[in-house]
């Protein structure tokens, strides 16, 4: 099996121009907060972040597949001792633009700087909004499963009548749950909250996630050969994990550092089968 990355540097409002319809499996990024990365993307004030998103959004769109999955992670910012609303503003005028916001995951920064503020707490958590083009998609959960734990060990050990049957929610809101359909089971379904520390090595980056982040998406969303795409590529986590599990990538950065950096470490062409491992360098980076 043959797998490419392709970088490209530039803007992606322009790049993603030349992207192909209906091409890419899963979009994971995290594109600059507002009032950051000055120097790369001039510091988009919170009032224009959407107008500014929004055609990006609009070429994300086009390029994903009908199958396909997008992970926006982003979080509001303080103005004037208030969250801004600009992310709530932008989930609306993308379900405009004809997307499903499907999901919200949570990821908890296990090791978050502490500090002291005099309205507010330490920020430790922050979004990863899932957006899809239609109500069927690729997922996989069965890859992201984890072990089943203590809750096991104590909630099956006794179980009650209504375990063993649909025990129907007693505030009427239409869900239901069989308990005992988990018994002798080892592994369940996770949360939608990822507990994940923040990346440490983060390569002169300021806005680097772990890999285990991009990974975990890229294991539900996507299968080995897919095409896995960063838009706002910075310091490549997404593009080297999705090389390392044997998926294609697009990457598209517009600083020149960062993808002088991502470039360095990037094979172009890898092939994998019973030449695991071995790479061809057919291809020069886009």
Known sequence: MEIKSKLILGDCAKELKNIEDNSIDLIVTSPPYADARKNSYGGIHP???????LPITQEL????????????????????????????????????????????????????????WPNRF??????????????????????????????????????????????????????????????????AYPTNVLHMATECGNRNHSATFPESLPEWFIKLFTKEGDCVMDPFMGSGTTIKVAQRMH????????????????????EPSVYYLFERGKTYDTTQHG
């Open 47 to 53: 009032n224009k972040y959407v107008e500014w998103f």
């Open 61 to 116: 769109f086009r390029v994903l597949k009908p199958s396909g999955t997008f992970i926006l992670n982003i979080k509001e910012k303080v103005v004037k001792g208030e969250r801004h609303t600009y992310v709530l503003e932008l989930i609306m005028k993308m379900r405009e633009q004809g997307w499903l916001w499907t999901e919200e995951f949570i990821w908890h920064k296990k090791n978050s700087y502490p500090g002291k």
């Open 122 to 187: 330490r920020d430790s958590w922050e979004r990863l909004l899932q957006f899809n083009k239609q109500k069927k998609f690729k997922m996989y959960q069965d890859a992201v499963m984890v072990p089943m734990g203590d809750w096991a060990k104590s909630r099956l050990r006794r179980l009650s009548d209504t375990d063993k049957t649909r025990d129907e929610s007693k505030v009427l809101s239409g869900f239901g749950k069989n308990i005992s359909n988990w018994v002798g089971r080892t592994m």
């Open 247 to 266: 998926r294609n990538s697009i990457g598209i950065e517009i600083d020149e550092s960062f993808f002088k950096m991502v470039y360095k470490f990037t």
